[in-house]
């Protein structure tokens, strides 16, 4: 277990191993969550929620129309060569 102390200004450092586990660098937006019993940090997200029905077709692709079974082996062949 990591401990740290409240500064007088209300600011706490996370240790180092817990900052570099969560990828987390200066500067880094945090949810702040009341628990009950303590807080929770959590990254905040970069984006805001979203439905489905808003982003289906914000990409367009002027290709001729690939099938399921091609996007399957296309991402097979990826992550092969990516071993």
Known sequence: ???TKLSS???VIIPKI???RYNWNAGQKLSVIDTGDGILLKAS???KNTQLE???GILQYSGKPVSIDEMEEAIKKGALEHK
Do not use: I
Request: charged share 15%; aromatic share 6%.
């Open 45 to 47: 997200c970069s984006f």
């Open 9 to 11: 200004k209300g600011q």
């Open 18 to 20: 817990l900052r570099s």
């Open 1 to 3: 277990m990591q401990t």
């Open 54 to 56: 808003q982003v289906a």
